[in-house]
């Protein structure tokens, strides 16, 4: 069993930066390829962003992409999502999700869900 806690959410204004973690217990977590997806209000959930286990592979929705970037550290069992240059676009809940490799997470098949962490862009 694996539980995954998201933090770093808020209120910013377009342009600036904001880092996303999700915090996962176990002992397993390196086992388990990790992703990012967002919805935002009166829209279906979308990928965003995957990384391997291994944290040597990454991808990227095209929305995305040259503005984010998803990292983990297995040795803190935490992922991140780092956003810059965020907009207004990107509003929504953010939730990790791991599953058992990077091309099944990239298409929502995941083993376990985060709560969500609410991101702002004001403009």
């Known amino acids: 069993q694996v539980q995954l806690v998201e933090s770093g959410g808020g209120l910013v204004q377009a342009g600036v930066s904001l880092r996303l973690s999700c915090a996962a217990s176990g002992r397993t977590f390196s086992s388990y390829a990790m992703g990012w997806f967002r919805q935002a209000p009166g829209k279906e959930r979308e990928f965003v962003a995957v990384v391997s286990g291994s944290g040597l592979i990454s991808a990227y929705a095209d929305s995305v992409k040259g503005r984010f970037t998803i990292f983990r550290d297995n040795a803190k069992n935490t992922m991140y999502l780092q956003m810059n240059s965020l907009k207004p676009e990107d509003t929504a809940i953010y939730y990790c999700?791991?599953?058992?490799?990077?091309?099944?997470?990239?298409?929502?098949?995941?083993?376990?869900w985060g709560q969500g962490t609410q991101v702002t862009v004001s403009s």
């Open positions: 999700a791991a599953g058992p490799s990077a091309s099944t997470v990239r298409i929502g098949d995941v083993n376990y």
